[in-house]
């Protein structure tokens, strides 16, 4: 199994290419924040402790994190590719999958950073529309639904995420680039990191990220 960690700022386009490019080769994709806010639907103890940390935007704390990633790591064990998105996020957690990576004996293959500058992630982030059922992502004017608020996978309605208020995503931003972004260096230095443009079409993108997946 080849594990890929999908890099870049809230509202990089990470969940959106990962999705494309999981249904064009075998490969499964694991996004945290999708994990952590099915589990705040469900109101899993796990989930109604992760949603205050959420709705500040601020990141959840490390340990459950690691968990959750351990537990993925066994179930996928018989996928060609895991695409890791929103994890890790911390140097802290980054040294607890290295760990965890070896105990199911493989290791991180590819980090590919999605480069987008922040006044289209603003951009992104403001017009992010996703389903309350299936998690699908549209944004009102680069993504729009076919029939406006409604999920074009599922008919379900279309929802603001609870963390896409303007405060909300200032302090994720902040958070990105004080904890997650270190890691573009650390990962850079083990020349594991490779840039995509995430300035174009989300397919154009996505067709980068499989090209370089295929390499
Ligand atoms: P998470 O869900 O991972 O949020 P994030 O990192 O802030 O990233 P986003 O999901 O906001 O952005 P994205 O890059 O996926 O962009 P998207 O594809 O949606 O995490 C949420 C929270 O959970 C965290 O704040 C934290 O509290 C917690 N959490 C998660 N993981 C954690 C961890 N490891 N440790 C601790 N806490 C954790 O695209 C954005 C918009 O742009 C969409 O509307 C989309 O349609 C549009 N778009 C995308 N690509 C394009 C394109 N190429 N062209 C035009 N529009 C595009
Ligand atoms: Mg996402």
Wanted: aromatic share 2%; proline share 4%.
């Amino acid at each position: 199994m080849k594990i890929v960690i999908l890099l870049g700022a809230p509202g990089a386009g990470k969940g959106t290419v990962a999705a494309r490019v999981a249904t064009g080769i075998s490969a499964r994709h694991i996004s945290t924040g999708a994990m952590l806010r099915d589990a705040v639907a469900k109101g899993t103890p796990a989930g109604t402790a992760a949603k205050t940390f959420m709705d500040k935007g601020e990141l959840v704390p490390d340990n459950v994190l690691v968990d959750m990633v351990d537990e993925l790591l066994a179930a996928a064990a018989s996928e060609d590719i895991l695409l890791l998105d929103g994890f890790p996020r911390t140097l802290n957690q980054a040294r607890s999958l290295e760990t965890l990576v070896a105990r199911h004996n493989v290791a991180v293959d590819l980090v590919v950073y999605l480069d987008v500058p922040e006044s289209v992630i603003m951009e992104r982030l403001c017009g992010r529309r996703v389903c309350s059922c299936c998690g699908a992502v549209f944004h009102i004017t680069t993504l729009p639904p076919k029939q406006e608020g409604i999920c074009d996978l599922c008919g379900s309605e279309l929802i603001i995420r609870d963390d896409d208020k303007p405060e909300t995503i200032h302090n994720r931003l902040l958070v990105y680039e004080k904890l997650t972004a270190p890691l573009v260096a650390m990962y850079n230095a083990e020349n594991k990191l490779v840039h995509v443009n995430g300035v174009g079409t989300a397919d154009d993108v996505a067709e980068s990220v499989a090209a370089i997946l295929k390499r």
